[in-house]
């Protein structure tokens, strides 16, 4: 397994900036030789089905197209942009359409996410069945991570999120496989040490480590854990859950929607 067509965003505001604003995913596709597809349309913009763009939208559109395609061409990695116009339904439900026939979403984020950003981000990661990388803007990815933090409860999310991240798995220097082990109680054959020996047999340097959940979430812990082992990337399940559930439980994916990533973030539900 391997990515071959990766999807990202670019608002046309940032059309000056289209380089920096797309850099992880032009990292990632260049380091996998993949096809990268970026979608053109204001992150603020109506969440229905698009109306006809103004001269000044269009305009922006095409310069963030253009900055695109030429920072693309400058590290020879294939590529297509696609601008509002094209889309039959809202960016949400336009952005999960194409990453159904895409291998993996990259999705930079600029602090903690507006509605618009916040419903983008849900519908990639909950609508398409694909894994979403989340990259905060001040840390971006100039090459494959080389140690990456695993998030593990055995939960079919993780198992996913782990699968989606086997391309980078397999080119990282170490993976680290966190349990937060007062969390939730896994059976003998849901162990992170038997992660290990099949993430270990897909040619992975792992290793576990069990966590205290202490005082704080889920989430808080696991992004300590990340910063002690230094690592580049955190990868971990998502999970929707009833607004009761997260007002009284607490949730790890609603933590990092409402917030925004502190590091790159491979998500799949």
Known sequence: MTFTSILTHLDPAMAIEAEAATATSLALAEA??????????????ALTAP??????TSLLEERAA???AAAADRRGVAHQAKKRTSFAYG??????DHLRVSDLAVLT??????????????AAIFDSGRPVILVPHSLPLAALPQRLLVAWDASPASVRAIHGALPLIRRAAETVIATVSDDKELRPGQSGIELAHLLARHGAKPRFMALQRGSGGVLERLL???ADTESDMLVMGAVRHSPLR????????QDMLANGPKLPMLLSA
Request: glycine share 12%; aromatic share 8%; net charge negative.
């Open 224 to 226: 300590a854990a990340a």
């Open 66 to 68: 253009e900055a695109f």
């Open 32 to 45: 996998f030789s993949a096809h990268l597809t970026a979608l053109i349309f204001p992150m603020d913009s």
């Open 91 to 96: 960016n949400g439900e336009a952005f999960a």
């Open 246 to 253: 997260n007002l009284v439980l607490g949730s790890a994916t």
């Open 109 to 122: 984020g600029h602090g903690a996410p507006g509605i618009g950003a916040q419903i983008l981000q849900q």
């Open 51 to 56: 109306s006809p763009a103004d001269d000044a």
